[in-house]
Structures are given as C-alpha cells and as structure tokens.
C-alpha cells in the first residue's frame, strides 16, 4: 500500500493537472461512467462532524473519510482534515492512503475553475475571495489557470489573516491583491467572485453584485446554511456539481425555494452537463452565474488514482 501525504499532494497535484482531471471525471459521472454517493455525515459529541464520501471510477473505487471542526483554527490546525483510501477495482485491495486534506483543497479550487471556464465571461479578469484560508490559495492558484487576471480582492472577518494571504500570494502568483474592509467592497468591481466561507448566513448580497459576474459558491454545505441570499440565487443562472448532492445539501438552493423565491426547475443543470453539451450556459454578457460547489467523492478519488500510479 502507498503512502501518499500531504507534500506529494501539494507536489504532484498542481492545479493544471488537477483541473484536466476534475473535466474527465465530472464528465464520466455524468455519462455513467463513474459512480457515487450523497455523503454519509455522523455528528460528533463536541459539535463537530465525521463524513464518509464513497465512490468508484475505472479501475478503483475507495472513499474518504474527513472531520470537519470549524473551531480548529485556534489551535493552529485545519478546519477539514482526512484521508482517502484507494482500492483497485479488479481485486479489491488497498492500493493507497492519501492525504485527504491536500487533496480537498487542491480539487475544491480545480473543480471551481472548470466551472468558471465553463461560465464566467471570457474577459473576467478581477477575482474576488470572500474568505482567506486553504481555499482562498487553491482557488486562486486554479482560476488563473483559466482566466488572464488582472486583479484581485479579498475579504475576510480576520483582518490579519486577509493582510497575510495578500502578503505571501501577490509575489506567488504576480498579481496585485487588495484586502478590503467589507465584503461589500471586494465584490463591487468583481468578474468572478469565490465565497469560501464557513458562515451559516448571506456573506454575499444581490445588490453588491454586478451584471455579468460568476460566482462560485463554496462554503456552505449543508441544507441549513447559505452564503449567499435568496435574491441572488433567484436572479442567477444556477448549477451544481450533482442534482442529487444540490437538493440534499445545498442551504443556498433549500433556503431560497423555502422562501418562495426559486422554484424546482431553478437547478438549470450540473457542470457534466455542461461539458458534454447536455445544458446552457451563460446565455448573455449580463448573466450572473452560480456554481454551487458541495464537493463529490469521485473528485477524490480520481485524484487519488492518479496520485497512485507510478
């Protein structure tokens, strides 16, 4: 069995190749060939949760297993932390253990930035991060991999934490980063906004935001929290990863059809769908796009296959 942590990760995993990955994978899920299931999540005694997330593609199958302990910052540790086990298909045995937390963050930003590909226009050139942890670096890392940037904004209630990410990322990536004192005031010039947050209420309002902008939806992930407001959702061309995962999961979709704003058919389709021509797009200059981002097991695994192999 292979060991794969969380440097080799980091090392192997970059967010090109990751991205190629994230397009082959969505696609064989929506066109059969790979299979999962709506995660399994097991409430702890302290508040915190356990998630077990099982998939299979060609040639392996496997799951990760991650605790998700928001207070973790304090002590200096990661919010999300885990592993993914890999087993080969023909024989079932384990091939690998990775490291779920690399993993995580590295495919969140991939699959986010096939998402803006698919849907942000193609001159989006200011990217704004409402949030500056793991998420914020790997989203920034993939994005600019599909749109030339020009700029970019952050936010985050952590004043220091956004004064930090901007420090080490501009020379990083060689793009001028503004911290901002709202959130408000990152979205206001925006193309592309990312919310990676882990507030269970609005961080990002309708009227902050712009004709044409994409966004990518990425913190919430349970049927009661929402980053962003019902209004928005209700003027936004919206789409999932899953249909299955968006009408489990998704606090931003539940939340705004409980308040009678969007209806059943307000899901226009997933980004396979999109991939394999199956759904529209972006349809104008002003459409605002949503990406709602609950993360799908295949996703690891097939980061995990490839990290596998030799």
Partial sequence: ?????????????????????????????????????????????????????????????????????????????????????????????????????????VRTGAVSAVATDLLARPDA??????????????????????RPLRAV????????????????????????????????????????????????TPVLLRDWVRPGTHINAVGACSADARELDGPLVRDSRFYGDSVESVLAESGDYLLARADGLIGEGHLLGTLGELLLGRCDGRQSEADITVFESLGLAVEDIACARFLAED
Avoid at 128 to 139: N, V
Wanted: with cysteine; net charge negative; hydrophobic share 40%.
């Fill in 1 to 105: 069995m292979k060991i794969i942590d969380h440097a080799e990760v980091l090392r192997r995993l970059t967010p090109g190749v990751c991205i190629g990955l994230m397009r082959d994978c969505l696609a064989d899920l929506e066109d059969g060939r790979a299979t999962q299931y709506l995660r399994t999540v097991t409430p702890l005694p302290s508040g915190d949760i356990m998630g077990y997330m099982p998939a299979a593609v060609e040639g392996a199958f496997g799951a990760k297993l991650i605790t998700v302990f928001p207070g973790n910052g304090s002590r200096g540790l990661p919010s999300h932390q885990g592993s993914v086990l890999l087993f080969d298909g023909p024989t079932g045995s384990l091939q690998a253990l990775a490291d779920g937390g690399a993993i995580t963050e």
């Fill in 125 to 146: 050139g200011v990217l704004a991060l409402l949030g500056t942890g793991a998420q914020a670096r790997s989203h920034l890392l993939a994005i600019r991999e599909v």
């Fill in 153 to 200: 904004t952050v936010w985050s209630p952590d004043r220091e934490g956004a004064e930090r990410f901007a420090r080490e990322m501009a020379p990083a990536c060689g793009l001028p980063i503004a911290v901002c004192e709202t959130a408000r005031e990152a979205v206001a010039e925006a193309d592309i906004v990312c919310t990676l947050t882990p507030s269970r």
